[in-house]
T-cell receptor
Framework: DTGVSQDPRHKITKRGQNVTFRCDPISEHNRLYWYRQTLGQGPEFLTYFQNEAQLEKSRLLSDRFSAERPKGSFSTLEIQRTEQGDSAMYLC???????????FGPGTRLLVL | GNSVTQMEGPVTLSEEAFLTINCTYTATGYPSLFWYVQYPGEGLQLLLKATKADDKGSNKGFEATYRKETTSFHLEKGSVQVSDSAVYFCALSDMEPDNFNKFYFGSGTKLNVKP
């Protein structure tokens, strides 16, 4: 157990619905990352927060995706108007300061029907 | 740009066999290199890392050496166990202009160890 938690662990939704995922990083970690992992592939970077500021977003993050980290602690990732192509594992990771190692949560597996 | 290439799996071995999973990388800067392991239904766990050329990372009997001349970071273990069955990801971390470490992952190699 790395200390990063994610909720829910699984989500099944119908195309067009909105979904929101939550990530709670290791408590003292100021950096938080979201990744997407599709079947048989490695994680792909989506976005990065330092404290409450979202400093980097991947081109993978379309306008339907939004992420927040309002108080620099937990983070939410929302997908609006879900599409079948959004089906994937969404992983959250956190790190402390300049420490390179990122610690991953168990992920939220999304299935869009 | 930055990228990581891993050998395709699955790799199937008998218990106590020697393991090698190949990983090569392309990087624009001076990256750190990592191996992460993912057990079924779980997130990624750090297995080992190396931050500069010729460094050797090791943990739980696994080893990997950062080879700049061959741009490789192959994972090895002398004697695998059934409990090592998992998916192994090679990754590099490079400093982005806005001062954060962006990870680039390989596609993963599934290891099956039979008793």
């Amino acid at each position: 157990d790395t200390g990063v938690s994610q909720d829910p662990r699984h989500k099944i939704t119908k195309r067009g619905q909105n979904v929101t995922f939550r990530c709670d990083p290791i408590s003292e970690h100021n950096r938080l990352y979201w990744y997407r992992q599709t079947l048989g592939q490695g994680p792909e970077f989506l976005t990065y927060f330092q404290n409450e500021a979202q400093l980097e977003k991947s081109r993978l993050l379309s306008d339907r995706f939004s992420a927040e980290r309002p108080k620099g602690s937990f983070s939410t990732l929302e997908i609006q108007r879900t599409e079948q192509g959004d089906s994937a594992m969404y992983l959250c990771a956190s790190s402390l300061g300049r420490e390179e190692t990122q610690y991953f949560g168990p992920g939220t597996r999304l299935l869009v029907l | 740009g930055n990228s990581v290439t891993q050998m395709e799996g699955p790799v199937t071995l008998s218990e106590e066999a020697f393991l090698t999973i190949n990983c090569t990388y392309t990087a624009t800067g001076y990256p750190s290199l990592f191996w992460y392991v993912q057990y079924p239904g779980e997130g990624l766990q750090l297995l080992l890392k190396a931050t500069k050329a010729d460094d050797k990372g090791s943990n739980k009997g696994f080893e990997a050496t950062y080879r700049k001349e061959t741009t490789s970071f192959h994972l090895e273990k002398g004697s695998v166990q059934v409990s090592d069955s998992a998916v192994y990801f090679c990754a590099l971390s490079d400093m982005e202009p806005d001062n954060f470490n962006k990870f680039y992952f390989g596609s993963g190699t599934k290891l099956n160890v039979k008793p």
